[in-house]
Every structure is written in structure tokens, then in C-alpha cells.
């Protein structure tokens, strides 16, 4: 299901009464799993997101995310867990075995087949038909997969493992696990210790040609059709070629890295303190509210494919990681106003700081994402044009031109002098004759050839508008023309501004998005467009609508 890009719909926080909602939902899917565990998996009062989706076939698929990682995914009312989930619950459904070869069928997309399966000696998992099933490798109890049974545990005996097993939904190295911290299944033991061992079974393949080639074929009598192609669902390597295979093997957390994930937390929280205070923040914008520090410098200076999540880190709380820094004598951190931090001073001399080198920048540093998908993005090139209306097209059709023909500005001044000289006429003025041409525009995106449209360019537009108890919001629309994905900006804005966003319908368009954010964010918004997406800022309405220093948003 997620083996391809999905476009995200909205993104927003969960209210209390979902998330009492959710948890019953839990409870009444999975309960092999206590109160307390419940808990754990949909907490109580840390930031929990709803993300609504949809995924390459159009399938409506609801996420929700806790602690920047997807925990369970609902479709068509059914819930289901994210592998993030089974890593914490290796038990929580029936597990069947496949071998490592196959996962890369099933992250391209394809279903698990019975000859696929590896049957220990304790037997397969009972199991019946529509029940929701997990898929792990053989050596490792941690889930890689989840998937609906096609037959039952009898049916697939009676069959001699032939045919389809397992319809499978969600995958590990996915679109969907993407959208997380993107880390590895961790190593759990097998509960059946006389499970055939995979080096065995390797060399054992490799001595037996006809076996090795029916291992090329174990997950793969289906053939799938999409989008007018035409998908074999076999495999491609043997299993000596794959123990050789990188992307294989990388089933595991790297041997050499024997850090833990706080330990990992803590060290990029680290890096983000001082790449910013070396390269974002100046001595001008202190006094710096700790939690602009943080939306607006520390965020953005996160490497690529990494998500800062102080939650995960010792600190826990981004104060109590300000006061250690301020006992480094790095900051000076003081309560200007009741219960409201900001960041008084910095010590730009300080060895950490001087010491500090700057990553190189990424060539993808300045993308949009399109659902996990990311492209560079380069702002277009406008051009004014004008068009020949009926009215005039007497006067330039002697230079060649007809009604309808697209001309810049200063193609109309040379016609009009030329012309005027012919005709011997005082008054070549050309400035009239601008006004009664209809106006037109010139996109070009790099790489594509140029769009020419009638009528003047939409601009950007900021408004702000008030919501239920006096919620103040920011809205804005037209980021289309300029080849912004309004799914991508407010994934974004949610980030820096640390507030909800949702995509919704742009009122009076047929098409048209617009993108709403909680609270005045016009100065984020300014922010990434002029200096980020770098869009001139003649085509951007409502950034004089951004809060005065000093007043309440």
C-alpha cells in the first residue's frame, strides 16, 4: 500500500477526545495488550498527530504520529499497527517466518507467498482467514511486515504452501516507515531456538542447483497489474547473491554504531544548538524567545533525513537543555516575562562554538516534499507580456502581428516609435497603448519550457482570519502558480512554527488549496518564502499583516 509516494491531506493535532477515542479503539483491537501498555502506545500528554492521506492507488488512509514516528494506521475502519509499534510489541499479532531475500519483493510492493514461508518446527501460527498478521525474518522475531491472511492456517497446509498467503499492507523500508525516524528493526531473539539457521540453509541452497532455483521463485506466482504495467512478483537473486547485497543485509542497526538512541538524540540536539548559534542567529535578534530558538534556527539546521525530537533525548526538556548550556557559559538565558524564557546573550567567542564546523550544505537542502518524496525546489521566472486585442490589431498587424499575439514590453515601445515615424505622427507616446493591450504572463519553471497565460499573475495571499473562541489563523493561497505543493508548505510550516496546519479548499476556486496555520505566522511564512523558496517579494500579499515586535500575537 505504501510502496509509493503518498500525498499528505491535512496534519493536525489530536484533541482529548480522540485520543480517548483511540485508545478504546486499541483496546478493542489488540487485547492481548494491558492497560498500561495501551497507555504507552497512545499517551496521555505527549504530542500526538492525526494525518490524513492519501495513498498512490487513492486509497483514504488515516496516520497517527507520536513522537515524529507513524503508531497505527486505520483503513476502511480497520486498525492497524506501524512495524515502529510491533518493534515495541514483537507479540501483539501472529508472527510467520520468510526468509531475507524476500523482503525486497515485499517492499516493492508485492504479496507474500506460501512458498515463501518458513515453517519451525513448533508449526505455523493458527491463524483464519482475514486476520492481521505479522512477517519476520528468519534470526530475527522483529516484525518487517504486516498483512492480512488470505487462507487459513488449514487451508495453507492442505495446499502444500502453493498459492497466495498473505496480503500485505505495510512494510518496513516503505513510504510509510520513511515518514519516520527511519530506524532499523531491532535484533529479538526467536522464542524456538531450533529454527533452521539461515547460513545452513544458505550453503545448503548453494549445494543443490534445483533447490536454488526454486528459491528464486518462493514468493511469486502473482503477477500484478498497475497502472497498465505489468509487475512478476518473483525474486531475482539467489541467496548467496543476497547475503552479498547491502540493502539486504542492513536489516539490523549498524554493528559500528553502539550508541544508543538517546546518546544519538542528544548529540544532534548538540549540533543543532551550535550550528544555529554559529550561522542563524545574530547578536541583533537577542533577546530570542527559547521557543523561537528552537522552531525557527534549531529545527532548520537538522541534517537531512533526521528528525530533532528532544523528547527522546536525556534532556527531555528543551530548558533543562538551555540551563546546561547556560552552565557551559555558551548562553545567558533569562524570564523577561512571567513563564516565558528567552536567550539574553551568547558567548559567539566560546571554544564549542568557534570549535563547531559547519556540515556542508545538501544539494536537497531547500525542498518541498511531496508526500516522502522530495524535489529541490527553484523559483519560476515571470516575465509581463501583453496581448493584441481586436481593437488594435489595425495598428500592428503592419509589423506582422495578429489578434492574439503575445508580445514583451518593450517589443510593443519599438513597434509603436516605428510606427509612429512612419505615419510622420507628434505624439509616439506608447504608454497609452500599453493600457489598452491585455495584460498576460510568462511562467518558466527550470527545466521546462515556458507558460504563456492570459491576465495578470495571482499573487501569494496571506489573510488572517478568526476561528471558534477567538482563534486567531493564518491562511494562504495560490502557492500552485508558483509550483509550491500546498501539502508540502504546510508540512513545513508545521515544523517551524510548531503549530497545527491543514490543507483545505480554496473558497471561489474550482481547484485551488489554501493552507491554514494556528496562530499570526506571517513571519514564518515571509520567512520561507522570500528566503527559502526565494519567490520575489512583489508576488507575496499580507506580509505587512506579520505581529509588531513587542505586541501579543
Not at 174 to 182: F, I, M, P, V, Y
Request: aromatic residues 6%; hydrophobic residues 35%.
Amino acid at each position: 500500500m505504501f510502496a509509493k509516494a503518498f500525498r499528505v491531506k491535512s496534519n493536525t493535532a489530536i484533541k482529548g477526545s480522540d485520543r480517548r477515542k483511540l485508545r478504546a479503539d486499541v483496546t478493542a483491537a489488540f487485547p492481548t495488550l494491558g492497560t498500561d501498555q495501551v497507555t504507552e502506545v497512545v499517551p496521555g500528554k505527549e504530542e500526538l498527530n492525526i494525518v490524513k492521506l492519501y495513498a498512490h492507488r487513492g486509497d483514504a488512509v488515516t496516520v497517527y504520529v507520536s513522537g515524529g514516528n507513524p503508531i497505527l494506521f486505520e483503513l476502511e475502519k480497520n486498525l492497524y499497527p506501524t512495524v515502529y509499534t510491533l518493534w515495541s510489541y514483537p507479540d501483539l499479532l501472529p508472527t510467520f517466518i520468510t526468509w531475507p531475500l524476500v523482503l525486497e519483493k515485499l517492499v516493492g510492493g508485492a504479496d507474500l507467498m506460501l512458498p515463501g514461508l518458513v515453517v519451525p518446527p513448533a508449526g505455523l501460527p493458527q491463524v483464519q482467514q482475514g486476520d492481521l498478521c505479522a512477517i519476520a525474518l528468519a534470526g530475527n522475531r522483529a516484525p518487517v511486515a504486516i498483512g492480512v491472511a488470505a487462507v487459513s492456517t488449514s487451508e495453507m497446509l492442505t495446499s502444500g504452501l502453493r498459492g497466495k498467503g498473505f496480503s500485505v499492507l505495510h512494510t518496513y523500508q516503505d513510504h510509510l516507515w520513511r515518514s519516520g525516524d527511519k530506524s532499523s528493526p531491532p535484533s529479538i531473539a526467536p522464542l524456538d531456538l531450533d529454527l533452521p539457521d539461515v547460513t545452513e540453509e544458505k550453503r545448503s541452497t548453494q549445494a543443490d542447483p534445483a533447490l536454488q532455483e526454486d528459491m528464486r521463485h518462493l514468493t511469486l506466482e502473482g503477477v500484478e497489474e498497475e497502472n497498465g504495467e505489468v509487475h512478476q512478483m518473483c525474486g531475482e537473486k539467489t541467496l548467496s547473491e543476497a547475503s552479498e547485497d547491502p540493502s539486504i543485509g542492513g536489516l539490523n542497526p549498524d554493528p559500528t554504531d553502539s550508541k544508543t538512541l538517546q546518546e544519538q538524540m542528544d548529540e544532534l540536539l548538540q549540533r543543532c544548538f551550535l550550528h544555529a548559534l554559529k550561522c542563524r542567529v545574530k547578536k541583533a535578534d537577542l533577546p530570542l524567545l527559547t521557543s523561537t530558538f528552537l522552531g525557527s534556527h534549531m529545527f532548520s539546521c537538522c541534517p537531512e533525513g533526521r528528525q530533532l525530537d528532544i523528547k527522546k533525548s536525556s534532556y527531555k526538556k528543551l530548558s533543562k537543555f538551555l540551563q546546561q548550556m547556560q552552565q557551559e557559559q555558551i548562553i545567558q538565558v533569562k524570564e523577561l516575562s512571567k513563564g516565558v524564557e528567552s536567550i539574553v546573550a551568547v558567548d559567539w567567542k566560546h571554544p564549542r562554538i568557534t570549535a563547531f564546523v559547519i556540515p556542508e550544505p545538501s544539494p536537497t537542502s531547500q525542498t518541498i516534499q511531496e508526500g516522502s518524496r522530495e524535489q529541490p525546489y527553484h523559483p519560476p521566472d515571470i516575465k509581463p507580456l501583453y496581448c493584441v486585442p481586436a481593437t488594435m490589431t489595425l495598428l500592428f498587424q503592419e509589423s506582422g502581428h495578429k489578434r492574439g499575439s503575445v508580445l514583451e514590453g518593450s517589443e510593443v515601445r519599438t513597434i509603436i516609435i516605428n510606427y509612429a515615424r512612419k505615419k510622420d505622427l507628434v505624439d509616439a507616446d506608447n504608454k497609452k497603448c500599453l493600457e489598452k493591450l491585455q495584460p498576460a504572463y510568462q511562467v518558466t519553471f527550470p527545466g521546462q519550457e515556458p507558460v504563456v497565460k492570459k491576465g495578470k499573475i495571482c499573487p501569494i495571499e496571506i489573510t488572517l482570519a478568526r476561528r471558534a473562541y477567538n482563534k486567531k489563523v493564518t491562511l494562504v493561497r495560490n502557492l500552485e502558480v508558483y509550483g509550491l505543493d500546498p501539502c508540502a508548505v504546510a508540512a513545513v510550516l508545521q515544523q517551524r512554527c510548531q503549530a497545527s496546519t491543514t490543507v483545505m479548499p480554496a473558497p471561489g476556486t474550482k481547484d485551488g488549496l489554501q493552507v491554514q496555520i494556528q496562530g499570526n505566522q506571517v513571519h514564518h511564512l515571509g520567512r520561507l518564502l522570500l528566503e527559502e523558496y526565494q519567490l520575489p517579494r512583489k508576488h507575496i500579499q499580507g506580509l505587512e499583516k506579520a505581529p509588531k515586535p513587542g505586541k501579543k500575537k
